[in-house]
């Protein structure tokens, strides 16, 4: 089967950084995606890995590991608008489905 | 420009009645996707089109709920005989290219 798991909840300082796992367990893997929740809205899409390695887009990062089922997003300088939950979702292929996980809930203090 | 949109925002809707959720994707995003939301969980698969096509639909729960995107580009997701277990959000998102999606509002379904 496939399987994901994030912390459910993290807490870190306003402008310190936060690195939040995402481990999966899936057959046929074909890409992993980070999106962000504020509470009450949509997700909305942060980033997409594919191959091994960091994807950077201003303050925030996302690293794939395939042989490990490991991935990571990395947010830099984290700000207050930062508090919101942190999806990780994986592909497989011959399939559309996109499994998402449970979210982590991070929240930044002032 | 305008993003994903969906009607109605909320339903309310008694056991055992049929209720159509309507999603209007992005102008030009080929794919589409409807997905249920718990609280405190992430989106919940429930089926994919690619224009008109519906290619996958692996994750709808039964036979009551069902989906049809008739020209390729508004969507409607229709859940017959409603039970209480059917209560969420209802989301649907739309990508131009199969991955970055664009999720809509959502729609909250109460089913009492």
């Known amino acids: 089967g496939q399987n994901i798991d994030q912390p459910t909840e993290m807490t870190a300082t306003e402008g310190a950084i936060v690195q939040i796992n995402c481990t999966y367990q899936t057959s046929g893997f074909n890409g992993l995606f980070w999106y962000q929740q504020h509470a009450g809205e949509a997700p909305t899409f942060l980033s997409y890995?594919?191959?091994?390695g960091l994807e950077e887009k201003g303050r925030f990062s996302s690293f794939l590991s395939r042989s490990k089922g490991y991935s990571y997003l990395l947010l830099k300088e984290l700000q207050m608008k930062d508090s919101a939950s942190y999806l990780c979702?994986?592909?497989?292929?011959?399939?559309?489905?996109?499994?998402f996980g449970t979210g982590t809930r991070l929240k930044v203090l002032a | 420009g305008a993003g994903v949109s969906q009607s109605p925002r909320y339903k309310v809707t008694k056991r055992g009645q049929d209720v159509a959720l309507r999603c209007d994707p992005i102008?030009?995003?080929?794919?589409l996707y409807w997905y249920r939301q718990a609280l405190g969980q992430g989106p919940e698969f429930l089926t994919y089109f690619n224009y008109e096509a519906q290619q996958d639909k692996s994750g709808l729960p039964n036979d009551r709920f069902s989906a049809e995107r008739p020209e390729g580009s508004i969507s409607t997701l229709t859940i017959q005989r409603t039970e209480q277990r059917d209560s969420a959000m209802y989301r649907c998102a739309s990508s131009p290219n199969g991955y970055e999606q664009y999720f809509g509002p959502g729609t909250r379904l109460t089913v009492t």
């Open positions: 102008s030009g995003h080929v794919s």
């Open positions: 890995n594919v191959l091994d």
């Open positions: 979702a994986v592909t497989t292929s011959g399939t559309y489905k996109y499994i």
